[in-house]
């Protein structure tokens, strides 16, 4: 005979849990900026008010004083919201919404022991008081005080027996990494214009604003993925990040909920370019279901077709992602070159090295004059004669893949010097970035002394030197 029994449990400790569900005390304490968001959304529907949603924070030593606009709740409303924990009646609205599961209020567990709120529902309606306690499953209801009653409508949070100091400069809820969390994670409201968000503490106050991302986009105009067999979609907006230190978030009705989907094991993403680091930016999937405290997605069938539908795109992504890691391969290149050139020529423009006649391209000013035919005399090049008309700005040198089995690292052909772009000292120099500037600098140099030897007896030489010295500094180092 099978019979049925009611599950009980300790409300107070599972209020807790709940409110520490975040991934840090930073993504918690953003959770009242999402309530105040939810509230000014629908009021934005109901009345169409032409007002931005403002959020401030106020950081002491001992309390966060949380402030906004959005429309407050009366007590009825809050005592209808106190008996839906887990089950929002947000489920039930028809303007999309940030929250749904009803459990932000308790986000304060994660970051003091007290939270009181003050609530203001319209112009005529006193300010109503709730406090909640950390491991306290009861709601305490009063009337504000005349001191602490709201002259408008909205909303005013202040937490209490805090866990940690907000106002050091280097804590998890120092200004500046708060502003940089805020504005990642309400990029389109605040992009938008949709919220204004300023934080503030004794010493200053500084307005969130959107992140910048001054890098070549990436995807070209396909931002929007159908899933497969269904009416649902995501966009997506990525940037190349060549420094490889990019995170590509997910996003649920505009607030970030997959922080790095680099964290994200067992689904087949890792080791793809969305895993690369070399794309930084967003997905929006509203159609997914976010779990408590946003920590990540249900894994439904949603899911599931949400990872196959990123597939079908990252080929080419991959091969975008590929042009440009090239493009600014070369660019790395070309600046270390030129930089290497800068070194060089200043190095040989040193007294010791005054007796040596330069290349053209190695002169602060270059000139027509002819080479000589002899080994030239000791000159100071500090006070050369410009020659009118022949005034022009020195070429720098290139790399050039050599012909097959052409083991020279470096040549001058009149005019520029050419750098031996297949021969193996200078590809392993190039997959070393410490030895690249070196390496170049070296060749140029070598160049600069074959240039004075007018019998071209000695470069097979120089060039032995050179491998001589890049295979002593392999082995060595």
Not at 82 to 93: D, E, P, Y
Request: hydrophobic share 35%.
């Amino acid at each position: 005979m099978s019979r049925t029994m009611e599950i009980e449990f300790n409300k107070a400790n599972a209020l807790l849990a709940l409110g520490s569900l975040y991934h840090n005390s930073a993504d918690a304490l953003k959770e009242y900026i999402s309530n105040a968001l939810d509230e000014w959304l629908r009021a934005w529907e109901q009345t169409g008010t032409q007002n931005p949603c403002q959020v401030t924070y106020r950081f002491e030593r001992d309390k966060i004083t949380i402030a906004c606009n959005s429309p407050g709740m009366d007590e009825a409303e809050f005592e209808d919201v106190l008996r839906r924990v887990a089950g929002s009646s947000k489920r039930q609205r028809g303007v999309p919404q940030i929250g749904y599961i009803g459990i932000g209020l308790w986000a304060f567990n994660q970051i003091g022991r007290t939270a009181t709120f003050y609530s203001k529902k319209s112009p005529q309606s006193p300010t109503i008081k709730v406090i909640l306690r950390r491991e306290s499953d009861q709601a305490e209801f009063a009337l504000a005080s005349a001191t602490e009653s709201l002259s408008s409508p909205g909303m005013t949070i202040v937490i209490s027996g805090l866990f940690q100091d907000p106002t050091k400069p280097r804590g998890p809820l120092a200004l500046e990494r708060l502003k940089h969390v805020f504005a990642e994670q309400f990029d389109p409201y605040l992009r938008a214009g949709l919220l204004k968000l300023t934080l503030s503490n004794k010493e200053q106050t500084v307005a969130v604003e959107p992140l910048q991302f001054d890098m070549p986009p990436i995807g070209g105009t396909a931002k929007e993925v159908r899933l497969p067999n269904s009416d649902k979609s995501f966009r997506y907006e990525f940037w190349f990040d060549p420094f490889c230190s990019g995170k590509l978030c997910v996003r649920h009705t505009g607030v970030i909920v997959v922080q790095d989907m680099s964290s994200i094991q067992a689904y087949g993403l890792d080791n793809t370019i969305f895993t690369s680091g070399y794309l930084r930016g967003y997905i929006d999937a509203d159609f997914l279901k976010p779990l408590p405290a946003r920590a990540l997605f249900e894994e439904n069938q949603d899911w599931t077709d949400f990872v196959a539908a990123l597939g079908t795109i990252a080929p080419e992504l991959e091969a975008e992602v590929n042009k440009l890691q090239e493009q600014k391969e070369q660019e790395r290149r070309s600046q270390v070159l030129r930089k290497a050139f800068r070194i060089a020529r200043a190095v040989l423009n040193e007294d010791q090295f005054k007796d040596l006649e330069l290349p053209p391209i190695l002169e602060q000013r270059a000139s027509s004059r002819k080479t000589p035919a002899s080994p030239p005399a000791k000159r100071d090049r500090s006070k050369q004669p410009e020659t009118k008309g022949t005034r022009r700005e020195p070429l720098t040198p290139r790399e050039v893949m050599f012909e097959s089995g052409n083991l020279r690292h470096s040549r001058f052909n009149g005019e520029t010097i050419e750098i031996n772009a297949a021969h193996p000292d200078y590809q392993a120099a190039m997959e070393n970035p410490a030895r690249r500037l070196e390496y170049l600098a070296m060749v140029i140099g070598k160049e600069a002394m074959l240039y004075n030897d007018k019998s071209g007896e000695s470069e097979t030489f120089l060039d032995k030197l050179i491998s001589f010295i890049q295979d002593v500094e392999r082995k060595a180092g």
